[in-house]
């Protein structure tokens, strides 16, 4: 849950196809089921006359690595998000996003955002071009653009950019269970059914262990290592009436929490669900047991668009308030995915500590003020 995009599911390419994590989240009517596991059983025939069968049992079920390729779908997207620390106490936030739209052009898109959070200074970078700038590879992706390399295979993955000034090189290693996004109640872990918008493919990586360096300017390179979390999302899928808020959370005490609110164009909630994970298990949360309450708004100063900034998430195991680090965290991505999104990095308090990412996507697109906050 994260978050393509995130016009579609993480952020849009509205030129060719539009996009929809997001935090990630990658969204949709969708819960979360941990792999590796056992197969679930074969339903009896009462149960099968009584069960309606699911559009998405047609399809092959998720394989990895190989899975971790390109597809050639409409729509595909690779995203990274994560709190980085610095040696000498320093400490970093980021997004990269790798999104590759299929309509009557191919094109592939991608974004950056680097955050000091000591000083609040941000460094974003956007680049768009036609085709499939990567190697083909059988069970991975390696995508080289613009002086950005990302790539990865399995459990393991590798991130290097050089943008105005900054450069960021890290290696990142997977040590826990793949996370395969379900709906609730489904039976096929790692596809997601839209209804009329189609299915998607959609699983996660939600703690990557990152390591690796960063400098700005001339300053001397800094050591960098923290979680990272990693969603992989493709299908031929449209879900652009669609907007969310979608929050991926470590917490202090190890266990991971995504958590997403869909709303219309009007604003109006449409879903509220998510998962609650950790190293040994992940359970996906039905939309009675949580509840997500805005608590402030900012609107920006360049686009006036209003965000939701501050959150009271309802879990089954108590209330947590969500908070941003800054509050200008707005991507302008209308020179390359043709939309503006709200993405950074965010702080938890409450009935337990932790901090993570949040995405707020289509708000620009609300025919309706105020919006998802007002209720």
Do not use: C
């Amino acid at each position: 849950m994260r978050t393509k995009h995130r016009r579609g599911m993480r952020t849009y390419l509205a030129v060719l196809l539009a996009v929809v994590a997001v935090a990630g989240a990658g969204l949709g009517y969708l819960g979360f089921w941990s792999e590796p596991g056992p197969a679930a059983a074969a339903p009896t025939d009462a149960r099968a006359a009584a069960e309606p069968v699911e559009r998405t049992a047609a399809l092959p079920p998720l394989k990895l690595p190989a899975d971790d390729a390109a597809h050639g779908s409409g729509m595909e997207w690779w995203y990274y998000s994560g709190i980085l620390n610095a040696q000498g106490g320093g400490r970093y936030a980021f997004h990269v996003a790798v999104f590759v739209a299929n309509a009557l052009v191919k094109h592939t898109v991608m974004h950056v955002a680097l955050v000091d959070l000591q000083s609040g200074k941000r460094y974003t970078r956007q680049s768009r071009t036609g085709g499939l700038p990567a190697r083909v590879s059988a069970s991975g992706f390696d995508f080289s653009q613009d002086g950005w390399q990302i790539a990865g295979s399995g459990p393991d993955h590798s991130i290097r950019m050089s943008f105005d000034g900054v450069s960021l090189d890290l290696k990142l290693r997977d040590a826990g269970q793949v996370v395969a996004h379900r709906a609730a109640g489904s039976q096929t872990p790692g596809l997601l059914d839209f209804g009329e918008s189609g299915i998607s493919y959609y699983y996660s990586r939600p703690r990557m262990a990152a390591q690796g360096h960063l400098r700005i300017g001339d300053k001397p390179a800094l050591a960098l290592e923290g979680p990272v979390w990693f969603d992989h999302q493709w299908g031929d899928f449209d879900v652009t009436r669609l907007g969310w808020n979608w929050f991926a959370l470590h917490l202090s005490d190890g266990s991971d929490v995504m958590v997403y609110e869909l709303f219309d164009a009007q604003g109006r909630s449409v879903t509220t669900t998510g998962t609650l994970g950790s190293a040994a298990d992940s359970r996906p949360l039905a939309p009675d047991e949580v509840a997500l309450t805005p608590l402030r708004r900012w609107t920006s100063p360049r686009t006036q668009v209003a965000y939701a900034l501050e959150w009271k998430l309802k879990l089954p195991g108590g209330e947590l308030r969500v908070q941003p680090f800054f509050d200008n965290s707005e991507f302008d991505a209308s020179a390359s995915s043709a939309n503006i999104y709200w993405e950074g990095p965010i702080k938890v308090s409450g009935s337990a500590q932790g901090e993570g990412f949040m995405e707020l996507s289509g708000y620009e697109r609300l025919r309706a003020a105020p919006g998802p906050a007002a209720k």
